[in-house]
């Protein structure tokens, strides 16, 4: 069973989508997301530590990323941005310390404000961006596997195919301090962003999803890539949010607006 929401407002210029799905394999759901366009704020979130301690994980990301509110600024938004992030990392290693156990999660996360933005990622999940019928990979995966191809050590075929392809060097709670990376730039009308956790890339190929966006909005565009991963086994769970930039990136400061965050069901 997937969970899936939808925040759209005529003053926002921004149209976004998304859901989450256990998969086919998995009991229990641990992905979750978040969409705030008031907030100029959107995310994926993949926990690890089994049992319930992923969902928690990644559930923290988002309570604490829930809070941002409306900023006045890029700058003030990249602040609270990174405030929240770092007390979201610091609450998971408090949890991990209590239990005994290493939890984590990965995060991508894309920031949009004033016509610019910013995406930070922690892991392998991913951010896309398609413009003028093109797609690109924003975010460079923190993976073992992604270490190897950038030495020259494997070759992308035996990538696909790497024992440990899914092991993660860097997440969110784990470690002393927490490490993400970022791009930033400047927003187009027209632009699409597609966030999208593992379990997605691990059976649609960058094409697929560059022609669903092309050819449908950003719910038909959700579902279509949740039903061809789900009929290709959908090994892992897998959250997907987009979003469309529809016109000129303007905040509204009266109020944040109407925020959605969720997970599949379990």
């Known amino acids: 069973m997937a969970s899936g929401g939808n ?17 086919c394999v998995r009991l229990l759901n641990e992905d979750s997301f978040l969409m ?29 990323l ?6 006045r600024s890029e700058q003030e938004l990249l602040a609270r941005f990174e405030d929240r992030l770092a007390r979201a990392h610091e609450a998971i290693r408090d949890m991990a310390r209590a239990r005994g156990i290493t939890i984590g999660s990965t995060v991508a996360a894309l920031l949009a404000m004033n016509g610019s ?16 019928g ?13 270490e190897l191809l950038d030495k020259g050590m494997i070759s992308p075929s035996e990538a696909r195919n790497w024992p440990r392809r899914n092991v993660i060097t860097r997440a969110v709670g784990v470690g002393e301090e927490i490490v993400v990376d970022f791009h930033q730039g400047r927003t187009v009308p027209g632009d699409i962003f597609i966030l999208s956790t593992d379990g997605l890339t691990a059976h649609v190929e960058e094409a697929e999803i560059q022609e669903a966006v092309a ?7 959700c579902a279509k890539l949740l039903e061809t991963v789900l009929s290709r086994g959908a090994t892992d769970n897998v959250t997907i949010v987009l979003v469309r930039v529809c016109g000129q990136s303007q905040p509204i400061l009266s109020e944040a607006g109407a925020i959605a965050a969720g997970r599949g069901a379990p």
């Open 215 to 221: 050819r449908h909005p950003p719910e038909t565009v």
């Open 117 to 132: 933005f910013a995406c930070f990622w922690s892991g392998d999940s991913r951010v896309y961006m398609v413009r003028d």
């Open 36 to 64: 705030d366009p008031g907030g100029g704020l959107w995310l994926v979130a993949d926990g690890m530590g089994g049992h319930d301690a992923g969902e928690v994980a990644s559930a923290t990301i988002v309570e604490h």
């Open 134 to 146: 093109g797609i690109a990979q924003i975010s460079r995966d923190h993976t073992e596997v992604q």
């Open 7 to 23: 925040v759209n407002d005529a003053t926002l210029p921004f149209e976004s989508f998304g859901i989450s799905h256990r998969g």
């Open 66 to 71: 829930a809070t941002i509110g409306v900023a």
